[in-house]
């Protein structure tokens, strides 16, 4: 049976953590897996998630299926974070995914489905996780362009270039907040922009919402998904917790479908139902539960809203320290951009062989295209490590 197989490209995200964890060097530096970090390099548990989870042991009476759609009262929670009283509730239907990107293997699924081998428009970069998403739920991948290398910020020209051209067939791709890899994020001018043309064309929105608090704060990040569900009929969000609740492991997400009224929306629910059940026939709930707990408690919800805006803010600072050491240091604005940008990482715009010289060299792990997780610099050795930036791109 197994003769016919080929082995199959293993994600350099996860070569890259094994290389890193083989690493005997003790002054290695991690900026390559996109976990938060603390101070002390750990991806901590959440305060207001410990409180939850201790309440829900102390509560809790079974272990049973909660259905097919998962934890509805999760489900609510989220749609109200992210969507606020952006539309009717009425054409909202929803199902919980194993974590975001479950929430994406059952959107795209659904959309394969209402258009077979239909084109499937993706920023260039992105996450690389979006493209076999795509191609394995029976769509056809195309991309936008979006980082301008030169500037290291958003190329919003080649973007609507291409955005102002799509059809009534036509999906598009959009990044919520915090892009991923580069960190380079659209302004509320050109959402509005963005919002408009997708109002015009007709072209259909999924929005990949992995991100929600890491930008700018809560409401700030969510301002781009809101413009854009409010200019259209029909549209689809996929939301992660694992970051800002910090739920790596729990796969914890929802998938969010928008419909043109109750009745449209009642049959795209029964399609998201359909993936789940022929594929995991149940989502994972204890990571929903936790996030449940914490958004209905007005003090639980307060902690966390706190520790998101204490994480927010460290990422923030680090990227102003970095770059002004490098400015320090090389009298030069080249690295300025890490600044400019927002949520966990930047795309740093290096070769290849300078990130493979830094790997072997100086023990400074990042992904093969440059980019940096912000949360894992060392606030610490952040001298040193602008001192090992400049003498490999020298």
């Not at 966990?344 to 790997?359: A, I």
Request: proline share 3%; glycine share 8%; net charge negative.
């Amino acid at each position: 049976m197994f003769e016919t197989l080929k082995k199959a490209t293993l994600d350099k995200i996860f070569v890259l953590m094994a290389e890193y964890a083989a690493d005997p060097r003790t002054g290695k530096i991690d900026l390559g897996v996109g976990v938060y970090k603390d101070d002390k390099n750990i991806t901590p548990v959440m305060r207001a998630v410990r409180k939850a989870e201790q309440r829900i042991l102390d509560s809790a009476t079974t272990k049973t299926y909660k259905g097919v759609v998962g934890n509805k009262e999760f489900s609510s929670a989220i749609v109200d974070l992210a969507l606020g009283n952006t539309i009717d509730k009425t054409r909202i239907r929803t199902v919980n995914g194993a974590g975001g990107t479950g929430a994406l293997m059952i959107l795209m699924h659904v959309l394969g489905r209402a258009r077979p081998k239909g084109r499937i428009f993706i920023s260039d970069p992105t996450w690389p996780n979006h493209i076999p998403l795509a191609e394995n739920a029976n769509l056809e991948v195309h991309y936008y362009p979006y980082f301008d290398a030169a500037t290291r910020g958003v190329n919003f020209a080649g973007m609507m270039e291409v955005i102002d051209g799509l059809t009534a067939d036509d999906i598009v791709l959009l990044h919520g907040c915090c892009h991923n890899p580069t960190g380079a994020n659209l302004s509320r001018t050109q959402w509005d922009a963005v919002a408009a043309s997708l109002q015009r064309t007709g072209a259909f929105p999924l929005i990949d919402l992995a991100y929600l608090g890491f930008g700018d704060g809560l409401e700030e990040d969510a301002y781009g998904l809101r413009k854009v569900v409010a200019a259209v009929p029909e549209a689809m969000v996929a939301f992660s917790a694992s970051k800002n609740f910090g739920l790596y492991r729990e796969r914890a997400g929802v998938a969010i479908a928008i419909a043109r009224d109750s009745e449209s929306a009642d049959v795209v629910s029964s399609q998201m139902q359909n993936v789940i059940r022929g594929t995991i026939s149940q989502t994972p709930d204890h990571g929903a539960e936790i996030v449940r707990v914490i958004l209905e408690d007005k003090d639980l919800r307060a902690e966390w809203e706190a520790e998101l805006t204490e994480m927010r803010e460290r990422m923030g600072r680090l990227r102003v320290k970095l770059s002004a050491a490098i400015r320090q240091k090389s009298n030069s604005k080249d690295f300025d951009f890490i600044a400019e940008h927002s949520g966990m990482f930047s795309l740093l715009g290096l070769p290849g062989e300078v990130v493979q010289k830094l790997k072997t060299e100086d023990a400074v792990y990042m992904i093969n295209d440059s980019r940096i997780n912000v949360a894992g610099i060392p606030e610490n050795r952040v001298d040193e490590l602008a001192d090992k930036l400049l003498a490999a791109v020298r």
